[in-house]
């Protein structure tokens, strides 16, 4: 509950004259005083009454590409059983940091009846957007008292980059009873994992010592060894985009947009996925249609961190160790160009590396030996210049 200056000055000016008339006599500055007093504690009272709101918050659609539209529904009740409520709301939107308010008029409202607000998401921008609670402001006519609550639940959209059309895939491989990597153009069938049955797999898939153990059916994943796994390392260094200012990256960005582009033809293609990013955090690796939500959830996360070349060092470290694809796609900035050869290091474990540079072009520019590199300037460029490459 908050006080007005108007409310404080009434107050004061109240005391003042009851003091007054009081003291030297003066009936009617007595009563000027009392009325500003009883104004005030009616204010008060006023500010105190909470209303009974009831508030629903729908979101559709809450995952958007940038630039889609996506729209915030509200709908508020007033539960009480006396009154109309006339009231000041506004809800909270925006990135964490960059929260802005939208209004919502509710006039009166009244007792038993609901009412739908609507407003446009701000999808301008790759990230995700908090929107909610609903701060309802409660004030007496006269603007002594102001009293804020907040009602409702909060909600989320992701807002993920812009991708690209790549019709281009990598060429998958399949390793060689006698131990040479060779690129096969049909299947390889062979066993991946276990996973709980779920209703339509044929039982002949049924793993029966396992399922008696665990008391429940398990059924046996194979994989296609000829398909390429693709995984996708995002740097997101902070040191590693030369543009990057208090507004963000724009290469930054396009970097976003060229693993958005390599996951959706990924998935167009049924093809398995991952995406790393060198700060740690990592989603993907399976061809569930479904499981591309994830991916591009954390794009829609991700923001460049503060870190050095300890952070890359760990990365490639565990991609070496775990090795969850044949195909690894780097993409940096061009202050990244430094750090290369960490990158290429890893093509050993990894069969094919392609690094993808993001950024206006530099006067002079490292090449990295023993990988292919994709050199673009944005998104769109990237795509192109994916799909122009002859052979991985």
């Known amino acids: 509950m908050i006080v007005t200056l108007r409310g404080v000055g009434l107050t004061v000016g109240g005391v003042a004259l009851l003091a007054t008339g ?12 009392a009325t500003a007093v009883i104004a005030q504690l009616h204010a008060l009272i006023h500010a105190a009454l909470r209303p009974r709101l009831s508030v629903t918050r729908s979101v559709e659609p809450d995952r958007v590409a940038r630039g889609e539209g996506s ?23 925006g990135r964490a940091g960059q929260r802005a308010t939208v209004a919502v008029p509710l006039l009166r ?66 390793r060689s009873l006698d131990g040479r990597l060779d690129r096969v153009p049909h299947g390889a069938i ?6 709980e049955y779920v209703i339509g797999d044929e039982l002949r898939h049924v793993h029966w010592r396992t399922s008696a153990k665990v008391g429940e059916l398990m059924v046996r994943e194979h994989l296609d060894t ?34 958005a582009s390599i996951v959706a033809a990924a998935t167009r293609e049924d093809l398995p996925v991952t995406l790393h990013l060198v700060t740690g955090p990592a989603a993907g690796g399976g061809r569930i249609r479904g499981a591309a939500r994830a991916l591009l959830d954390l794009l829609a996360e991700a923001e460049p961190a503060p870190g050095g070349d300890e952070l890359l060092v760990t990365a490639t470290s565990r991609l070496r160790q775990h090795r969850p694809g044949d195909t690894l796609i780097y993409l940096t900035g061009t202050a990244g160009l430094a750090d290369l050869a960490l990158v290429s290091g890893l093509k050993g ?21 023993g990988v292919l590199l994709l050199r673009a300037e944005d998104g769109e460029d990237f795509a192109a210049v994916w799909d122009g490459v002859a052979r991985w």
């Open 22 to 33: 009081f003291t030297f006599g003066y009936p009617e500055l007595a009563v000027l005083g």
């Open 71 to 93: 729209t915030v529904t509200l709908t508020v009740r007033n539960t009480g059983r006396f009154g109309a409520a006339t009231l000041v709301a506004h809800d909270q939107c």
């Open 109 to 174: 409202l009244r007792p038993g009846t609901d009412t739908d607000v609507s407003y446009p998401v701000p999808t301008d921008r790759r990230g995700v957007v908090d929107v909610g609670p609903l701060q309802v402001t409660r004030r007496d006519p006269l603007g002594l008292v102001s009293v804020s609550r907040s009602h409702g639940d909060t909600a989320r959209i992701w807002v993920y980059p812009k991708s690209h059309l790549i019709q281009a895939v990598p060429a998958g491989i399949s």
């Open 190 to 195: 062979t066993f991946d994992t276990l996973r």
């Open 226 to 259: 000829s398909l390429p796994q693709l995984v996708v390392l995002l740097d997101d260094r902070a040191g590693s985009w030369a543009d990057r200012d208090t507004t963000g990256s724009a290469s930054f960005e396009s970097a976003c947009e060229a693993a």
């Open 349 to 369: 474990p990894f069969p094919s590396v392609a690094v993808g540079v993001l950024g206006p072009r530099l006067a002079t520019e490292p090449q990295p030996a």
